[in-house]
C-alpha cells in the first residue's frame, strides 16, 4: 500500500484583506468576497522565495521523520521560483538535511498536486529501493499579477504560500488510490508571462511594457473557449479517478480542489451531489499555484473531517489546459 503519511503547510505572516485588494483593483470589497470568494490571502516578505516556503512547509515534516530516511524530493510547487533555469528542489534538499534523496522537479502549474501523488505512487511501487518520498511546494505568485492590467487583475487571489506532503509505503492514515488526468493543449497560449523566455528575452522593453508579469492576451476569446469545458472537465476527472478506484460518487466525503471564484465552486459542488461542509474552500488563503489541494488536505485533517474509510478527492487545473484528480482513502 502506498498512501500519504503527513502533510504539512506554512503560511506567510503578511495577510492582504479583501479591503486592501479593493483599493488596488477598483474592485468593490463585497464583490471580491461574494463572486470571487476571497477574504484574505497570504504574501511572503520580500526576503522569501518559492524555495524557502517550500523548505519551511518540509521542515513541518521532517518533525517526526529522520531526514535521512527521505529517498526522493520533488519540487511540486510554482514555475515562478527564485531563479529562472534553477532547480529549487536541488536547494530544498540540502537545506532540509536530505542527504540520501535524489531531487527533481514536477512542473505543471496549479495542477501538479494531484499528479505529483500519481508519480509518488508510481515510483514507490516501481521500485524496491524506495520507501519515502517528500513532496514540497512553494508559491510567490502574489508577486506576478500586475493590478494596473485589466487583463489579469482579476488574478488578485494568486497568493503565497508552502506546502509538504509525505508519500510513503505502508502508511498509517491513508492510501492513495487512482488518478484522472485530461490535457487540452488549445488553450497553451492563453495564459502566461510574455516576457523573459526565449521568445522575448529579458529587456528594457519588457519591463517598460510590463511583460514580466502574467498576463492573459485575450481574455474574452479564452472565457468563450474554457466556460464549456472547464467544469465538464473537473466534473470528468473527478468521477474518473473515483471509479478507476472502484469507488463512486456516493463514496466521495471530501472535496479538496483549487481555490476558485465562488460560483464555479458551487457549481462543482452541485454536480457532485456535495453540500459546502464537505470540502474546503480556502477563501482565506487564496490561489497558491499547485499547493491549493495540499493545504486542503492539511485544513480537512486538521479540523477533523476526514474519518476512517472516507474518501477524498484532491483535484485542480492549471493554464495550459490540464484538469487532474487523485482520490485518496483515508485510514486513521
Wanted: proline share 5%; with cysteine; hydrophobic share 40%.
Amino acid at each position: 500500500m502506498i498512501g500519504i503519511e503527513a502533510t504539512s503547510i506554512f503560511e506567510p505572516e503578511y495577510i492582504e484583506t479583501a479591503a486592501d485588494l479593493a483599493k488596488k483593483t477598483s474592485i468593490p470589497e463585497k464583490v471580491i468576497i461574494e463572486k470571487f470568494g476571497l477574504r484574505q490571502k497570504r504574501v511572503a516578505r520580500e526576503s522569501m522565495h518559492a524555495s524557502d516556503l517550500a523548505v519551511a512547509a518540509g521542515r513541518g515534516i521532517l518533525e517526526n521523520i529522520d531526514p535521512k530516511a527521505i529517498d526522493v524530493v520533488i519540487y511540486f510547487g510554482s514555475p515562478f521560483k527564485d531563479y529562472q533555469v534553477w532547480t529549487a528542489s536541488s536547494k530544498i534538499q540540502y537545506e532540509l538535511g536530505t542527504i540520501n534523496a535524489f531531487s527533481f522537479e514536477l512542473m505543471n502549474v496549479s495542477s501538479s498536486f494531484p499528479v505529483a501523488l500519481k508519480v509518488a505512487k508510481d515510483m514507490l511501487y516501481s521500485d524496491k529501493d524506495l520507501k519515502n518520498i517528500l513532496l514540497v511546494g512553494g508559491s510567490k505568485e502574489s508577486m506576478i499579477v500586475n493590478y494596473e492590467n485589466p487583463r489579469s487583475r482579476f488574478m488578485f487571489n494568486f497568493a503565497d504560500g508552502g506546502a509538504a506532503a509525505l508519500v510513503t509505503k505502508n502508511p498509517t492514515k491513508s492510501e492513495i488510490l487512482s488518478s484522472s488526468i485530461i490535457t487540452d493543449g488549445s488553450f497553451s497560449q492563453d495564459v502566461l508571462v510574455p516576457g523573459g523566455g526565449s521568445v522575448k528575452p529579458v529587456s528594457k522593453e519588457v519591463v517598460e511594457k510590463e511583460e514580466h508579469y502574467i498576463d492573459v492576451p485575450d481574455p474574452l476569446r479564452m472565457k468563450e473557449r474554457l466556460d464549456p469545458v472547464s467544469i465538464p472537465n473537473f466534473t470528468k476527472v473527478i468521477k474518473q479517478a473515483l471509479e478507476k478506484s472502484d469507488a463512486s460518487l456516493e463514496d466521495l466525503k471530501m472535496l479538496l480542489p483549487l481555490h476558485t471564484k465562488r460560483s464555479m465552486f458551487t457549481e462543482i459542488l452541485g454536480n457532485l451531489g456535495l453540500s459546502d461542509k464537505q470540502a474546503i474552500y480556502l477563501n482565506e488563503h487564496g490561489h497558491m499555484s499547485a499547493l491549493d489541494p495540499c493545504y486542503g488536505l492539511y485544513l480537512a485533517e486538521e479540523r477533523g473531517l476526514l474519518n476512517s474509510g472516507d474518501i477524498a478527492v484532491v483535484v485542480s487545473a492549471g493554464t495550459g489546459y490540464t484538469w487532474a484528480a487523485t482520490a485518496i482513502r483515508w485510514l486513521a
